[in-house]
Structures are given as C-alpha cells and as structure tokens.
C-alpha cells in the first residue's frame, strides 16, 4: 500500500512569489492535515480537511490557503511568501472523522524562500 | 499558548540503558496522546499511543505513561539502541478535533554506542 506521498520533495521561491504543495493521501483515508516545521521547531498545525471541506485551521495568515479535490487530494497554496514560511511541511492522512487518531505522515515538501 | 510541550530539547543515553522522554500537556480535553519518532528529511513515523483510560501502554522496548492528574505522559525506551537516536515528539488530541494533533516541540535523543 502506497503511503501519503508529497510533491516537490524541494521548493525554492523568491520572496512574494507564491508556492503550491500537492500531497496524496492513503487510498481510503478522506482526513488531510498539513503541518508546518519551521527550523528548530515543533509541528504546527496548519490545515484540515476532510470529504473536500475545511475543518478546521491554526494559527496562520490567511495567506495560508489549500483545497481538496474529490479524489480526497490537496493542495497547499501560500501567497506573497515572506523568508519565514521557509520550513518543511508535512502532510499527513487518516480515515475520516470519528474513525480514530491515525495520522499517517509523508516525507514532506523543503520549501526554501530566498 | 503552548499546549503540549517538551521541555527537554535534547537526550544523550548510553546504549543499552533506558531513555525517558517527557511531555506536560495543559489542555484537560486532552484524551489521546501519541509519541512519533523522526529522523531529517523524513515524515514522523507514528511509534505508539495512548488513550486517556488509561496509564500506561507497552509495545516492544517502548512503554508510555500517563499521568492524567499531572498532565504528563513520558516515553521508555529500554533498552535504547543506536537507531533510536532520531527526534521524539509527542502529540495529544482532544473531542472534536477529528485526528488534528497538537505537537510537542520535540525531544532529540542521541543513543552512544
């Protein structure tokens, strides 16, 4: 079985420019939560989605955007990116609400801003 | 606002020897907590969990404890081996979060041969 896979393994954009991060789930799981790890730091908790709608997001701009298709896919967008969304952000899929914690990572997206 | 934090940025333990990681959560709705295990350039790789009913739960070299009434959970290795030096988060997740995890900043653990 195919774990959560993401694309690009690296990204560098300039300053401004706008970033898109794809991540696909495990076939099956309909939850998609994206992470951002900042150097030095922990996980922070970026989006969720689940059956295409948002459920729920932390504590970031609303620069910050993404979406889900109906193959249970997303995408990460963030706009007029400034030299601290540099950090690698993980993806992670479970089985849909109320079918338990089961979060399981990929290997995520290097995203550098020069 | 913190709400699950791991106070130890770093871990040096002999090989052989018992590593004990520890997190202190604040949110009392708190009622399942994982401990992930990361290595650079890598996703966490889920390692073991464990549900507020609980005290304590073992899988292998690994056991986790809760101390609800604490706030605190920790992580035994036993014993420790040169592949567990990686990074150790823990994690907890409350009702109606659906799996959203709230992270700890981490833990590195270095195991010596």
């Known amino acids: 079985e195919a774990g959560v896979t993401q694309s690009p393994t690296h990204l560098i954009k300039t300053r401004g420019q706008q970033a898109t991060l794809r991540c696909s789930p495990i076939s099956g799981h309909t939850s998609v939560y994206w992470y951002q790890q900042a150097l030095g730091l922990g996980l922070q908790f970026l989006l969720w989605y689940d059956e295409g709608e948002e459920r729920n997001r932390g504590n970031f701009p609303p620069r910050f955007s993404g979406r889900q298709f109906p193959n249970y896919s997303s995408e990460l967008n963030v706009n007029a990116l400034e030299l601290e969304d540099s950090a690698l952000y993980l993806c992670a899929s479970s089985l849909g609400l109320g079918q338990g914690v089961s979060d399981t990572f990929g290997s995520g997206t290097r995203l550098t801003v020069v | 606002d913190q709400q699950v934090k791991q106070n130890s940025p770093s871990l040096s333990v002999q090989e052989g020897r018992i590593s004990i990681l520890n997190c202190d959560y604040t949110n009392s709705m708190f009622d399942y907590f994982l401990w992930y295990k990361k290595y650079p350039a890598e996703g966490p790789t889920f390692l073991i969990s464990i549900s507020s009913i609980k005290d304590k739960n073992e899988d292998g070299r690994f056991t986790v404890f809760l101390n609800k009434s604490a706030k605190h959970l920790s992580l035994h290795i036993v014993p420790s081996q040169p592949g567990d030096s990686a990074v150790y988060f823990c994690?907890?997740?409350?009702?109606?979060?659906?799996?959203?995890?709230?992270f700890g900043g981490g833990t590195r653990l270095m195991v010596k041969p």
């Open positions: 994690a907890a997740s409350g009702p109606n979060a659906g799996n959203m995890l709230t």
